[in-house]
């Protein structure tokens, strides 16, 4: 959303949290505090690295830190790099470990240069495989588990429905992990390995074909009929979030609107106004609450 969007949805649903990308408005921050909004910061774009250690360093020192000195003491969270490392079969050996020590380098660079009133979330995988593989992030996690506070950041999305791919993963025998509600697998396998202080941060979530194996369209492409793609939306963020409701490994989550760049406009990315109401009214299922 662009940022006036954002904040009038705001001001309406109140979310836990919202991420400003390159906004560098202390009033935006501002106003998400008063609303009671945890503020997160992203920069953009990615930068190369080849030196992870040092290239972390240099990335709080010359970006996050300077483009956020006007507003440090609004926000909870930083992020690092967005889906800068693929799941295997594209993942090497070599780009697991250079991405396992920029992030981890990040966690202490960013406890470091804020004092430890920031905190970092880290990785941002894309939707994929990453599930009992996460342990190959042995530093990160090591980091996460010592900090308590940074977060995995983690991404969830589904075709033609959120839910599609976990029912047919049901059927299929693999427990329904592949697209949305990953993160279980993952949290058991991060403890199952001692890691008991890890939670996940999931910076973007919804609805992409790219998951069917089609071009990167939102949840409007679904279907044909707007009504009947408005009613799939609100399935999917129903079922979405009492999944997140039942446990305690996820921080929060945040929806993907339509992104930074013109060329996803126009893609059916967008949350639309006739949805912040009732997301603003949703109440989860009774026995969630107990």
Request: charged share 30%; glycine share 8%; with cysteine.
């Amino acid at each position: 959303m662009r940022k006036g969007d954002l904040l009038e949805y705001c001001r309406i649903a109140r979310p836990k949290a919202a991420m400003g990308i390159m906004v560098q408005d202390r009033g935006f921050y501002e106003e998400l505090a008063w609303l009671g909004v945890k503020g997160i910061y992203r920069h953009w774009p990615n930068e190369a690295w080849h030196d992870p250690e040092r290239d972390a360093c240099d990335f709080v020192r010359r970006f996050l830190k300077p483009e956020t000195a006007n507003f440090i003491d609004l926000l909870s969270y930083v992020l690092d790099y967005n889906e800068y490392i693929h799941a295997r079969p594209h993942m090497t050996n070599e780009a697991r470990d250079r991405a396992d020590r920029f992030a981890s380098a990040l966690i202490r660079e960013v406890h470091e240069q804020f004092h430890g009133e920031v905190h970092a979330i880290v990785l941002n995988l894309n939707t994929g495989h990453f599930r009992e593989d996460v342990l190959c992030f042995y530093r990160t996690l090591a980091e996460l588990d010592q900090c308590g506070k940074c977060r995995l950041g983690w991404h969830e999305y589904g075709w033609p429905s959120m839910y599609t791919q976990y029912c047919d993963g049901l059927v299929a025998g693999n427990d329904g992990m592949w697209g949305c509600l990953r993160w279980k697998v993952a949290s058991k396998a991060i403890k199952d390995a001692g890691y008991c202080n890890v939670k996940f941060a999931i910076t973007e979530f919804g609805i992409d074909a790219g998951v069917g194996g089609l071009d990167n369209l939102g949840w409007l492409k679904a279907h044909l009929d707007y009504g009947e793609a408005l009613r799939n939306l609100r399935r999917s963020l129903a079922w979405y979030v009492d999944a997140l409701e039942r446990d305690d490994d996820v921080d929060f989550a945040l929806w993907f609107g339509v992104g930074l760049n013109d060329d996803w406009r126009g893609k059916g990315f967008e949350l639309p106004r006739e949805l912040w109401q009732w997301i603003a009214n949703y109440e989860i299922y009774p026995e969630v609450k107990r």
